[in-house]
T-cell receptor, first 110, second 114 residues
Framework: GQNIDQPTEMTATEGAIVQINCTYQ??????LFWYQQHAGEAPTFLSY????GLEEKGRFSSFLSRSKGYSYLLLKELQMKDSASYLC???????????FGTGTRLKVLA | GAGVSQSPSNKVTEKGKDVELRCDPI?????LYWYRQSLGQGLEFLIY????????KSGLPSDRFSAERTGGSVSTLTIQRTQQEDSAVYLC????????????FGSGTQLSVL
């Protein structure tokens, strides 16, 4: 079956660092994606990993270990506007559809 | 267009009625995806198009749901004999092709079945 797990909710303080973990079991793998979704809005793309290792993009970094079926999203220097849901998604091989996790709601406190 | 456009943005219907949801992808994008998001939940895959064909329809919840895409552009998701459990936000996304590095999402259609 297809399964993507991530914590339901996390809380952090403005200026801090937070790591959101994602584990997956899917039939085939062709990339792992992170999306940000503010309440009432559409998801927007944050990052993409297809090879093992760390991808850094400004305050956001994403890590992938394919052998462990594991990824994390690292957010540095948290800002209030980072309060949102963060969705982990795997693109499967074969039909290339994207399977999404249920998302992690991040609350950034002043 | 500049982005993925979905219409209507909101739809209220009575149980048992049919509804049609429309998605206009970014011009030139050959891959198109439909997802459903219930309140506070993640995105549930419904169907994926590459061009006009649908390699994967596995997510359609029942035979009341169908989708088509014509001219490699606009897609319509049809729900027949709507039920209250169909109430959700229906999101459409497009990508340049199946190898695209990211999905571009529309703002969604909020469907409420009374």
């Amino acid at each position: 079956g297809q399964n993507i797990d991530q914590p339901t909710e996390m809380t952090a303080t403005e200026g801090a660092i937070v790591q959101i973990n994602c584990t997956y079991q899917t039939s085939g793998f062709n990339g792992l994606f992170w999306y940000q979704q503010h309440a009432g809005e559409a998801p927007t793309f944050l990052s993409y990993n297809v090879l093992d290792g760390l991808e850094e993009k400004g305050r956001f970094s994403s890590f992938l270990s394919r052998s462990k079926g594991y990824s994390y999203l690292l957010l540095k220097e948290l800002q209030m506007k980072d309060s949102a849901s963060y969705l982990c998604a795997v693109r499967t091989s074969g039909t290339y559809k994207y399977i999404f996790g249920t998302g992690t709601r991040l609350k950034v406190l002043a | 267009g500049a982005g993925v456009s979905q219409s209507p943005s909101n739809k209220v219907t009575e149980k048992g009625k049919d509804v049609e949801l429309r998605c206009d992808p970014i011009s030139g994008h050959t891959a198109l995806y439909w997802y459903r998001q219930s309140l506070g939940q993640g995105l549930e895959f419904l169907i994926y198009f590459q061009g006009n064909s649908a390699p994967d329809k596995s997510g359609l919840p029942s035979d009341r749901f169908s989708a088509e895409r014509t001219g490699g552009s606009v897609s319509t998701l049809t729900i027949q004999r709507t039920q209250q459990e169909d109430s959700a936000v229906y999101l459409c996304a497009s990508s340049p092709d199946w190898r695209g590095e990211k999905l571009f999402f529309g703002s969604g259609t909020q469907l409420s079945v009374l």
